[in-house]
Nanobody
């Protein structure tokens, strides 16, 4: 599976962005998906995850209520809709795929990673 993240950019605080992660391969629909991010000088951290069928979205506390993860298995794509963005959301955002139906918040549970897309939120 190859993952291609896109949709990052520069946005003002309070604004919105939608990230997309397009996956190759016929088995995408059987994989759980996650989004992680890495801010400058910090470790990569969990943002959101979703099961293979699109249920049970799960969010980290710092994005809950502002971000929404979703997927379209017909398009082999997972999305991260980000709203009410804050400067502290500035990071490179990575999508990841796990070869199981169930998602995880742990980075090492994921088998495939996209290249990342940069989100910069200005104050």
């Amino acid at each position: 599976v190859q993952l291609q993240a896109s949709g990052g950019g520069l946005v003002q605080a309070g604004g919105s962005l939608r990230l997309s992660c397009a996956a190759s391969g016929r088995t995408f629909s059987s994989y759980a998906m996650g989004w992680f991010r890495q801010a400058p000088g910090k470790e990569r951290e969990f943002v959101a995850s979703i099961t293979w069928i699109g249920g049970m979205p799960y969010y980290s506390d710092f994005v809950k209520g502002r971000f929404i993860i979703s997927r379209d298995n017909a398009k082999n794509t997972v999305y991260l809709q980000m709203s009410s963005l804050k400067p502290e959301d500035t990071a490179v955002y990575y999508c990841a795929a796990r070869r199981t139906a169930w998602a995880s918040t742990r980075e090492f549970d994921y088998d495939y990673w996209g290249q990342g897309t940069l989100v910069t939120v200005s104050s």
